[in-house]
C-alpha cells in the first residue's frame, strides 16, 4: 500500500529493494547479510523493518527483517511484492522438534504445519502451506555443496512462543500437549513461527518463497537427558541463503 509514494509499513518506495530478498527476522540479521553484499546501502528503518540494498554478483538483493510472527512477516511480503520482488528466502532460527535435528544444524523447509492465524486470510485450512520447489532445491543443493550439516523436512509454525515452551500453564494444556505429541509422531523437525504464513501468501502473490533456518536448540533432546549448549551462531544458514540466492 504506497502511501505518498512509498510503501506505508516498510517505508521505502520504487527502485529501493531488489528481486530477490532475505526475511530475518531479526533487525541485526540484516547488517550480518549485508557483509556479503558488494556496494550496501541501508536505505531505512521502521517498526520492525530494517532493509539494506547491495549486489551479489550483478544481482540487486536486499535483506529485509519482519520481527517475530506471520503477520508481520507477511506485511513485509505483500510490501515487497508490490515493490516488484519475485523470489523469497526466509533466513530464521528454529527450535528442534525431531531427536536428530542438533543445535547448529541448518533445517531447510519443505512445508510447514499451519498452527498459526496468518494464513488462515489467505486460503482455507484444506491448503497445504509449500515452500517453492526451485527455493528449495537451491537451498539443498547449496548446503550440500557447503558440506555443512542439514536436514530438509515440514516444519511446524506456531504464533505462541510460550504456548510451546510452558504449555502446562495455558488455559489449552491439553490441546498444546496433544499436537505437540502429533507433529513428533510426524516426524516434524523444527517449530519456528513465519514459514507458513510466508508460504501461503506467496502462493495467493504468485512469487517464490523458501525458508532455512539455524536451529538454537532442541528441547526433545534436552527432555531426554542430552546436554548440549545452544547455539547462536548463524553465519552457517546465512550463507545456504545467499549461495542459493546466486544460483537463482
Same mark, same amino acid.
Given at each position: 500500500?504506497?502511501?505518498?509514494?512509498?510503501?506505508? =509499513? @516498510?517505508?521505502?518506495?520504487?527502485?529501493?529493494?531488489?528481486?530477490?530478498?532475505? @526475511?530475518?527476522?531479526?533487525?541485526?540479521?540484516?547488517?550480518?547479510?549485508?557483509?556479503?553484499?558488494?556496494?550496501?546501502?541501508?536505505?531505512?528503518?521502521?517498526?520492525?523493518?530494517?532493509?539494506?540494498?547491495?549486489?551479489?554478483?550483478?544481482?540487486?538483493?536486499?535483506?529485509?527483517?519482519?520481527?517475530?510472527?506471520?503477520?508481520?512477516?507477511?506485511?513485509?511480503?505483500?510490501?515487497?511484492?508490490?515493490?516488484?520482488? =519475485?523470489? %523469497?528466502?526466509?533466513?530464521?532460527?528454529?527450535?528442534?522438534?525431531?531427536?536428530?535435528?542438533?543445535?547448529?544444524?541448518?533445517?531447510?523447509?519443505?512445508?510447514?504445519?499451519?498452527?498459526?492465524?496468518?494464513?488462515?486470510?489467505?486460503?482455507?485450512?484444506?491448503?497445504?502451506?509449500?515452500?517453492?520447489?526451485?527455493?528449495?532445491?537451491? @537451498?539443498?543443493?547449496?548446503?550440500?555443496?557447503?558440506?555443512?550439516?542439514?536436514?530438509?523436512?515440514?516444519?511446524?509454525?506456531?504464533?505462541? %512462543?510460550?504456548?510451546? =515452551?510452558?504449555?502446562?500453564?495455558?488455559?489449552?494444556?491439553?490441546?498444546?500437549?496433544?499436537?505437540?505429541?502429533?507433529?513428533?509422531?510426524?516426524?516434524?523437525?523444527?517449530?519456528?513461527?513465519? +514459514?507458513?504464513?510466508? %508460504?501461503?501468501? +506467496?502462493? =495467493?502473490?504468485?512469487?517464490?518463497?523458501?525458508?532455512?533456518?539455524?536451529?538454537?536448540?532442541?528441547?526433545?533432546?534436552?527432555?531426554?537427558?542430552?546436554?548440549?549448549?545452544?547455539?547462536?551462531?548463524?553465519?552457517?544458514?546465512?550463507?545456504?541463503?545467499?549461495?542459493?540466492?546466486?544460483? @537463482?
Amino acid at each position: 500500500m504506497f502511501v505518498n509514494g512509498k510503501q506505508y =509499513h @516498510l517505508n521505502c518506495g520504487p527502485g529501493e529493494v531488489g528481486e530477490y530478498c532475505l @526475511l530475518p527476522g531479526d533487525p541485526a540479521r540484516c547488517d550480518r547479510i549485508a557483509r556479503y553484499f558488494r556496494e550496501p546501502r541501508l536505505i531505512g528503518q521502521n517498526r520492525e523493518y530494517r532493509i539494506i540494498t547491495g549486489l551479489l554478483g550483478e544481482k540487486r538483493v536486499s535483506a529485509v527483517s519482519t520481527g517475530i510472527g506471520g503477520p508481520g512477516a507477511v506485511i513485509a511480503l505483500e510490501e515487497l511484492v508490490e515493490l516488484g520482488a =519475485h523470489t %523469497f528466502i526466509r533466513v530464521g532460527t528454529c527450535g528442534g522438534i525431531r531427536m536428530d535435528v542438533q543445535p547448529g544444524d541448518a533445517v531447510i523447509a519443505t512445508a510447514a504445519v499451519r498452527a498459526e492465524g496468518t494464513s488462515r486470510e489467505y486460503a482455507p485450512l484444506a491448503y497445504p502451506a509449500a515452500a517453492d520447489y526451485y527455493v528449495t532445491r537451491a @537451498l539443498e543443493e547449496t548446503a550440500v555443496r557447503l558440506g555443512l550439516r542439514h536436514e530438509i523436512g515440514v516444519v511446524q509454525c506456531k504464533d505462541s %512462543f510460550y504456548g510451546q =515452551h510452558r504449555p502446562e500453564v495455558m488455559p489449552v494444556a491439553e490441546e498444546l500437549k496433544e499436537n505437540w505429541t502429533a507433529w513428533k509422531r510426524l516426524g516434524v523437525l523444527a517449530s519456528e513461527m513465519e +514459514s507458513a504464513a510466508l %508460504f501461503v501468501a +506467496s502462493a =495467493h502473490l504468485g512469487v517464490r518463497c523458501g525458508a532455512v533456518l539455524h536451529v538454537v536448540w532442541n528441547q526433545e533432546r534436552a527432555a531426554a537427558g542430552i546436554r548440549e549448549e545452544s547455539s547462536t551462531d548463524t553465519d552457517g544458514t546465512l550463507r545456504i541463503a545467499l549461495e542459493a540466492i546466486s544460483s @537463482l
